[in-house]
């Protein structure tokens, strides 16, 4: 909505949308740091990366890992740096492309307003976005969050001056949680 992408209803019929999609896929997500060389490892360990949230060091990510709640609680039990997050859904998973909620949604379509518009730049898809639809929609679902290329991308539109004066960083569109 802020972008200018969604109206008002659009923006709160897609949290609702979202949620219904999340509703069939219970499960958890938390934080931890890891190697990098660690992220390749993680779908054989039953969860999945959900954001790469920032570098910490040269060789340590600061991460969101999601998936069934049996395997989080496995690995919060042996990593003792891990927190659990609160969303009680594994949010960027790939399971999410197969629900029957996603399949069954109408997601709204919706391009970039006039010409001064904020720039809407997509943090599973670093880089300005120009079409939110059904594919979007996927790709936010099944794909781990960039944080960082997100945010480089928006400091090199505004360095070269690309777009209008305002720029908006996609970092959720998730329904309001419970708590």
Not at 80 to 91: F, G, Y
Not at 116 to 124: E, H, L, P, Q, R
Not at 156 to 177: D, F, K, M, N
Request: glycine fraction near 8%; include cysteine.
């Amino acid at each position: 909505y802020v972008a200018g992408l969604l109206s008002v209803a659009e923006a709160l019929d897609l949290a609702n949308r979202l949620g219904k999609v999340a509703a069939e896929l219970p499960g958890a997500m938390l934080h931890t740091v890891l190697p990098a060389s660690q992220l390749a490892d993680l779908p054989t360990k039953q969860l999945h990366l959900a954001a790469v949230n920032c570098r910490e060091g040269k060789s340590q990510l600061s991460v969101s890992l999601c998936g069934p709640q049996e395997a989080a609680d496995k690995w919060l039990a042996r990593d003792e740096t891990a927190v659990r997050l609160r969303p009680a859904h594994p949010w960027h998973h790939p399971a999410y492309a197969t629900t029957e909620a996603f399949a069954a949604s109408e997601w709204p379509v919706s391009r970039p307003a006039a010409a001064g518009a904020a720039t809407f730049i997509s943090a599973v898809q670093p880089g300005a976005c120009d079409l939110l639809d059904g594919g979007y929609w996927r790709k936010w679902l099944t794909s781990p969050v960039q944080f960082q290329p997100a945010l480089e991308a928006a400091a090199r539109a505004i360095a070269e001056g690309e777009g209008g004066e305002t720029y908006v960083v996609q970092i959720g569109a998730h329904p309001g949680l419970p708590g």
